[in-house]
């Protein structure tokens, strides 16, 4: 278990989410609750690494905020297209300017949908391959550990961590692939086949290296009752951010 923070992480609220419900009460983190908010995993997650504070946005992070954590979920049903309509939120906008401060935003599953949609990060997420629902462990290759992300990890490490979505078909333009694998901004990479995304990419990040989006869920393998731990550094490391 690391030592304490003094850091603080927020996680924007789009109404109902399933993976919403488990980040409070692991670690030595405190929560703090504003209406009806439960982020239980992503925030046991974060709570797992020691960040000190767990602050649910209701309306826009705080000037305070060290990270910003977009959980998955099927915001808003996924109506029009997945993310798009949380893209749109109010707090998503005060998400973009975090951003563009220099905030460290990570986006797991719906959240890597919803950056795409708020143009935080290039391309698209589509309908899997197969047009089926893929939730199961997959192995992840780290492509690179010079990112705040990724930096608890070994260049070319096998991860395991599990995936549960119907639209995590990564798609961009040949330039814009050639982009962020000539700049280093490709962190995870799948295995093998899973959903059919370009270059079997699980997880970008933005130009500055400061936003990350990936597909599959970290938070759900932090400690050895999840069935893994392959997740937790990824929290670790950014306490060192």
């Not at 439960?38 to 826009?60: C, D, S, T, W």
């Not at 280093?184 to 130009?207: H, K």
């Amino acid at each position: 278990m690391a030592e304490p923070s003094d850091e603080k992480a927020g996680l924007p609220v789009f109404g109902e989410q399933p993976c919403d419900r488990g980040l409070v009460g692991l670690g030595r983190s405190s929560a703090e609750r504003e209406g009806d908010v439960r982020q239980p995993q992503l925030k046991q997650a974060i709570a797992a690494a020691a960040l000190a504070v767990v602050v649910a946005l209701g309306h826009g992070p705080r000037d305070e905020l060290d990270l910003v954590a977009v959980p998955g979920g099927f915001s808003y049903g996924d109506y029009l297209r997945s993310g798009a309509m949380a893209a749109r939120s109010p707090v998503m906008r005060a998400v973009v300017e975090a951003a563009g401060r220099g905030v460290r935003v990570l986006g797991v599953c719906n959240g890597f949908q919803v950056l795409t949609e708020a143009g935080l990060l290039p391309g698209a997420l589509m309908r899997n391959a197969g047009i089926s629902f893929v939730c199961r462990d997959v192995a992840l290759r780290v492509e690179t550990s010079r990112s705040v992300f990724s930096s608890r990890y070994a260049d070319g490490e096998r991860i395991t961590v599990p995936v549960a979505h119907h639209d995590g078909n990564y798609a961009a333009d040949e330039e814009t692939l050639a982009r962020l694998e000539g700049e280093g901004r490709v962190v995870f990479r799948y295995a093998e086949p899973v959903n059919g995304s370009a270059r079997d990419i699980a997880g970008i990040l933005n130009e500055a290296g400061t936003v990350l989006g990936m597909m599959p869920h970290p938070e759900r393998v932090v400690e050895p009752a999840h069935g893994g731990t392959d997740g937790l550094r990824l929290f670790e490391g950014l306490l060192g951010g």
